[in-house]
């Protein structure tokens, strides 16, 4: 089979052109919308979820339509651009808010939507909003059919496809028929998804001309046709305005292909069989589908293997809430083709895993952390400065206010970081949270052993009401030796935590500190390690790890069995544990940068200022000053030791021998 002419070396793989709104899922599985009580937000629109999911497959992607000038139209762009896809192109409409959808799960085949889009932004595009110089620097352009329906985004599209026409771009179109939004339905009926109308099929007959390739499902491909009931005749009816590549969706036949004649029967053409999945939810099957197609695609490959991309993308995709977020990664993909296909995806444990680790997320390339998530501890100084509890939370806002200075510093910006608790620490908490800063969240009852929570027993649905940036941190007092018993009731508690992380979405950091009592003599890290072995083997797989300092030795030796158990996790941080802030300076320069990425340390920074504050002995300002020296003094430490660590050192020691 011939395959598209994709021009080469521009710095765009694909500009996307069409809806882009808000997605509001119903998280109430198996009732109707009316019955729903709450919902997920996801960015949504066919033409945002192909730029997105392009974009996740490592593509590079650029949106092009319309948003308000609201929280909406922002969320929808730093989503994207979090993903790494271009927002240039989209327009921020002062005059119109940003569509939404709301979508629900009803039963494997009922799937309610309702459109929010009257008169909004996306469908207000123009020919004005189309720069050619942009256009002109992409390898391919993709249109659904929505902005094709109405003259002034038809208008716009057709700009779009002719400037795209004479730079050589692969013109796309998802046919994506939706009745309701070409006015064939009573607005509040969104789930329909085909009803014959000549003047449709005419109006869409038109347009074929303008595109190489042409997806659709068997009903899409009915209505661009016009024979009712017949594809085969709607196909070759569609052949006779177009040359085009048509891909024909069949949904778990998976899809057929046709680049000449139209053959008599669908089975005849060139068919790529699809995945034997259990489906969740169809809603953004296509758009996967149609993702995983472009990637391949525009990569070189021929029909056959981006079909079973685009397949594997779709089948994927139905087994997951929501559509953006569900897109697969490579990685993801990679695992599918190994031949580890699970028949129903969303339960396979490695793949979500990857689909965590794999997808974009905030880099961390070092982290310097101001530890005040401390409870107990704080009470205690109120209690020994004779002071009100009461002032606590204003201690911790003030801490907060040395971080914010320290952020100012040459190279601190996008290191900086805070553990803060969500009782004592509510306020310092809010004001942390959305500055950019990494915000880390206390879960554990302060000292419990065995593991208990603080304020609940029900981590999962505490977890609803936290901001998704806030990583859950959690400490246990572990050790390998302990009572059977102890060990079980500590990991079935670990066990609720890693899966309310995993629903929930949020990163989680395990602090691990052997007791004391617990702790030979002689033992240099060793128990560390192995209580980290202990968890991996349970299937904990965290984002970070936090332990205290240790020798080189043991490092090394819980970098290779983090290398082996979990090469995507994020590292490692060194805790305080109350110690000098030079005794812990001197421990850093043992730790190798490659697993262990900075520090989270607190009471080695505001224990004695804090104290003194609370008797009265400084003022604010004493106390931002001292607070501030000791975690300065961390940094530059921190910083000495990665400058040249000792294996560093005997390296260049050797090369000068």
């Known amino acids: 089979m011939s395959t598209l002419s994709f021009p080469a070396d521009r710095p765009f793989d694909v500009a996307c052109l069409g809806r882009l709104a808000v997605d509001l899922y119903a998280q109430q599985i198996g009732c109707s919308l009316e019955d729903a009580s709450s919902f997920s937000k996801y960015l949504g629109g066919s033409s945002a979820n192909i730029a997105f999911g392009t974009a996740r497959l490592g593509l590079r992607s650029a949106m092009v339509s319309r948003v308000g000038n609201e929280q909406n139209g922002r969320f929808l762009c730093n989503t994207l651009q979090r993903e790494g896809c271009d927002v240039s ?3 921020v409409d002062p005059e119109r808010l940003t569509g939404m959808v709301l979508l629900g799960i009803k039963d494997q085949d009922t799937f309610p939507l309702l459109f929010a889009r009257e008169n909004c932004a996306d469908m207000a595009l123009c020919e004005d909003d189309i720069d050619e110089a942009f256009l002109a620097r992409c390898r391919s352009l993709v249109v659904t059919g929505t902005h094709l329906s109405t003259p002034g985004v038809l208008a716009a599209s057709r700009k779009a496809l002719a400037i795209a026409g004479r730079h050589g771009l692969v013109r796309v179109l998802d046919i994506d028929y939706r009745p309701v939004l070409w006015g064939l339905t009573g607005k509040g009926d969104g789930e329909t998804r085909y009803i014959g109308n000549g003047q449709v099929s005419a109006h869409l007959q038109q347009q074929l001309n303008q595109f190489e390739l042409i997806i659709g499902t068997e009903e899409e491909w009915m209505i661009a046709g016009g024979a009712e009931g017949d594809l085969m005749a709607s196909l070759r009816r569609a052949r006779e305005c177009t040359p085009a ?28 069989l699809g995945e034997r999945i259990e489906v969740l939810n169809v809603l953004g099957a296509g758009d996967a589908f149609a993702s995983g197609l472009l990637a391949g695609l525009l990569r070189g490959k021929p029909f056959a293997e981006a079909a079973a991309m685009a397949n594997a993308c779709g089948a994927i995709v139905v087994s997951r809430h929501g559509c953006a977020p569900a897109m697969p990664t490579p990685a993801e993909l990679a695992h599918w083709f190994s031949g580890r296909r699970h028949v129903r995806p969303d339960q396979d444990p490695e793949l979500a895993h990857l689909h965590r680790v794999t997808a974009a997320r905030p880099a961390w390339p070092e982290l310097y952390v101001l530890a005040y998530d401390h409870r107990s501890q704080f009470e205690e100084l109120a209690d020994q400065a004779g002071a009100e509890r009461a002032r606590l939370p204003q201690l911790k806002r003030l801490i907060n206010r040395v971080v914010e200075d320290v952020e100012n510093d040459p190279g601190c910006k996008g290191r900086m970081g805070v553990l803060i608790d969500g009782r004592i620490g509510e306020a ?10 990494w915000v880390g969240r206390p879960v554990e009852r302060p000292g419990s052993r065995p593991l208990r929570f603080d304020g609940t027993h029900s981590l999962a649905s505490q977890l609803q009401h936290w901001p998704r940036e806030q990583t859950v941190k959690c400490l246990v007092f572990y050790h390998p030796l302990d009572e059977a018993a102890l060990r079980a009731e500590q990991e079935e508690w670990l066990q609720q935590v890693w899966e309310a992380t995993r629903a929930s979405g949020h990163e989680l950091l395990l602090e691990v500190i052997p007791p004391k009592a617990q702790l030979a003599p002689d033992d240099n890290g060793e128990c560390v390690v192995q209580t980290i072995e202990r968890f ?23 970098e290779a069995l983090v290398q082996a158990r979990d090469p ?16 812990l300076i001197a421990a850093f320069a043992e730790a190798p940068p490659s697993l262990v990425k900075g520090f989270m340390i607190g009471r080695s920074v505001w224990s004695a200022p804090a104290l003194a504050w609370l008797r009265g002995e400084i003022d604010d300002a004493g106390l931002h000053a001292q607070v501030a020296a000791n975690f300065r003094a961390l940094i530059a430490g921190w910083r000495a030791a990665r400058a040249e660590s000792p294996a560093e050192q005997r390296a260049s020691e050797g090369a000068m021998a």
């Open 89 to 91: 192109q989209v327009r």
């Open 245 to 272: 590549v048509f891909v024909v969706k069949r949904g778990p036949l998976g899809c057929s292909v046709i680049a000449g004649a139209i053959p008599a029967s669908i089975d005849d053409a060139m068919t790529v």
């Open 428 to 437: 310092a908490l809010h004001d942390a949270t959305g500055r950019g800063w």
């Open 536 to 558: 991996y083997d349970l299937g904990f797989k965290p984002e970070w790890w936090k332990v205290g300092a240790m020798p080189r030795a043991q490092w090394l030796a819980l």
């Open 568 to 583: 995507h996790c994020r590292g490692a941080v060194i805790l305080g544990l109350s110690q000098p802030v030079e005794q």
